[in-house]
């Protein structure tokens, strides 16, 4: 089992920053890919961003040059750097690891999600 945690969320006022954590738990060899989606009142849930054990990173048009994504592959965590946040970026942020390999070398299923944390940008 695979469990995520997200925090950092919160009320921010626009043009302001706050950074997102999410720690990955269990008995886990390897995460392949972590990322980042999130879902605002009425609309489905969007990807982020994401970001591949070997650092390669694949971010939404919309955060392009405001957001930035990384990882502590040895403490198994994935981060979100928000700058330049606007009111549309107001939703729910959702942890996601993929491609997980258990310590005892078990292919895990294919995704795990965390519960999310809310990220409310307003004046």
């Known amino acids: 089992q695979v469990q995520l945690v997200e925090s950092g969320g919160g009320l921010v006022q626009p043009g302001g920053s706050l950074r997102l954590s999410c720690a990955a738990s269990g008995s886990i060899f390897s995460i392949y890919i972590m990322g980042w989606y999130r879902q605002a009142p009425g609309k489905q849930r969007e990807l982020v961003a994401t970001i591949s054990s070997g650092g390669t990173t694949n971010y939404t048009d919309s955060v392009k040059g405001r957001f930035t994504i990384s990882r502590d592959n040895a403490k198994n965590t994935v981060y979100l750097q928000m700058n330049s946040l606007k009111p549309e970026d107001t939703a729910v942020y959702y942890c996601?690891?993929?491609?997980?390999?258990?310590?005892?070398?078990?292919?895990?299923?294919?995704?795990?999600w965390g519960h999310g944390t809310q990220v409310t940008v307003s004046s």
């Open positions: 996601n690891a993929g491609g997980i390999v258990s310590a005892t070398m078990k292919r895990l299923k294919p995704d795990y």
